[in-house]
């Protein structure tokens, strides 16, 4: 089993360009979740996703928008990238209440 | 609202020596906790979690830690550290569902 996948692993965007972060797990799991992680600020939920179908706000979700493909996969877009999107996104997913298992990040540069 | 305090942001200690992370929450209602550690340039993994049961949880790697209901403390311990274990660790709690808050993170840097 592959886990958590991510792509792309790196990404350097000019502001307002836009892009889209792929996320699929391969674990059956109801719920999926995005995460950026800055320094010093622990992780901050941006989306998720409690099942198939569903998407509500995180923490931090201005800026971006997600869509949940299938239970498989979770998308995470950026209309107009902004320097303060500048960060590393990590996918994760679980089953209710319990852990969450992370892909391994995209990291994201805005210029 | 549940909120997660790492109380130090780094920690340096000698290999071999005894280390302990802290972390305190707050919560009016019962909740799940986590320890997760993430090695440079990679995603988190976990390290151990307390869903309910005894308050001393054993996880992978040798660390265990305490959940103290009273203090609302879930400290992160290990009585002998390796170079290998230079991490970033988070604590994090969860109420009975799929929201989870994670901490600022410990940097935990093992001396030679």
């Known amino acids: 089993n592959a886990g958590v996948t991510q792509t792309p692993k790196f990404q350097v965007l000019k502001t307002g360009q836009s892009m889209t972060l792929q996320c699929a797990q391969d674990?059956?799991?109801?719920?999926m979740y995005w995460y950026r992680q800055d320094p010093g600020m622990g992780l901050r939920l941006i989306y998720y996703?409690?099942?198939?179908?569903?998407?509500d706000k995180g923490e931090v979700p201005n800026g971006y928008n997600v869509s949940r493909l299938n239970k498989r996969e979770f998308s995470l877009r950026l209309e107009s990238a902004a320097p303060s999107q500048t960060s590393v996104y990590f996918c994760a997913s679980s089953e209710t209440g319990s852990e969450q298992f992370f892909g391994p990040g995209t990291r994201l540069t805005v210029l | 609202a549940q909120s997660v305090t790492q109380l130090d942001s780094q920690v340096p200690v000698f290999e071999e020596a005894p280390v302990e992370l802290r972390c305190n929450y707050s919560s009016s209602v019962s909740v799940y906790l986590f320890w997760y550690v993430q090695y440079p340039n990679q995603g988190l993994q976990l390290l151990l979690k307390?869903?309910?049961?005894?308050?001393l949880v054993k996880g992978i790697n040798g660390f265990e830690a305490e959940f103290n209901k009273s203090q609302t403390s879930f400290h992160l311990r290990k009585p002998s550290v390796h170079i290998s274990d230079t991490a970033e660790y988070f604590c994090?709690?969860?109420?009975?569902?799929?929201?989870?808050?994670f901490g600022a993170g410990t940097r935990l840097f093992v001396k030679a």
């Open positions: 674990m059956n799991h109801n719920s």
């Open positions: 307390y869903l309910s049961g005894s308050t």
């Open positions: 994090a709690v969860s109420v009975r569902g799929f929201k989870t808050i």
């Open positions: 996703s409690a099942s198939e179908g569903t998407t």
